[in-house]
């Protein structure tokens, strides 16, 4: 079984400075992705950034950056130069490539960024 | 606007009565999710189809819940019989087929009040 943990129910930042957010998972698999998304208050998931098992290089998009170490089971999301459009929810998913159909999503980080 | 698109955007609905919500994919995407997500938790994965095929279905899908996608493009979830616990946000995401497939693009979601 899968599992995702996001440790942090709350984190603020102040505008303009990074934020990481973590995520660590579980899964027996040897092939998975992980993903981001971006939840504002209008409910729509937004998806920000992924990383393959496979992939040597941690994924970058944009201020958007994924921390991933492997052999922890963490993929940290790291957000740069924060904006005041940021403040949502952030939700770490991960999907195991035996069986493409299901995500698995941890419950969340509300992220807040002060002016 | 080519992104998926989930109908009603919000149900309230007495206890006891059924409902139904519409969820239209991207058109290129064979494959189709229906999550739901309680507040302050992560969406919990319902059941996927490719086409017009149902290939798995979570046993959080109890037997008042069924999910239809019958010519493999829309697809409806309906709800018989409601209950308050039902009280959720249904969301709906889209993706092509294919193993390693990057992200699913997801809906505005329904969300449903039962009072």
């Known amino acids: 079984a899968q599992k995702i943990t996001q440790t942090q129910p709350g984190m603020f930042v102040q505008e303009k400075e990074a934020v990481t957010l973590d995520c660590t998972y579980d899964?027996?698999?040897?092939?998975?992705?992980l993903f981001w998304y971006k939840q504002p208050s209008s409910g729509e998931m937004i998806f920000l950034i992924y990383q393959g098992s496979y992939d040597q290089q941690n994924a970058t998009e944009g201020r958007y950056s994924l921390n991933f170490q492997k052999a922890r089971k963490s993929a940290n999301l790291v957000i740069s130069a924060s904006q005041l459009g940021d403040s949502a929810m952030y939700f770490c998913?991960?999907?195991?490539?035996?069986?493409?159909?299901?995500?698995?999503f941890g419950d969340g980080t509300t992220l807040t960024v002060k002016p | 606007d080519t992104g998926v698109s989930q109908d009603p955007r919000h149900k309230i609905t007495k206890r006891g009565q059924n409902v139904t919500f519409r969820c239209d994919p991207i058109s290129e995407h064979n494959r189709l999710y229906w999550y739901r997500q309680t507040l302050g938790q992560g969406p919990e994965f319902l059941t996927y189809f490719q086409n017009e095929a149902q290939l798995e279905k979570s046993r959080l899908l109890s037997d008042r819940f069924s999910a239809e996608r019958p010519k493999g493009s829309f697809s409806t979830l309906e709800i018989q019989r409601t209950e308050q616990g039902d009280s959720a946000m249904y969301l709906c995401a889209s993706g092509p087929a294919g193993q390693f497939i990057r992200e699913a693009f997801f809906g505005q979601g329904t969300r449903l009040t039962v009072v």
């Open positions: 998913a991960m999907r195991d490539n035996t069986n493409a159909g299901k995500s698995t």
């Open positions: 899964t027996s698999d040897p092939s998975y992705g």
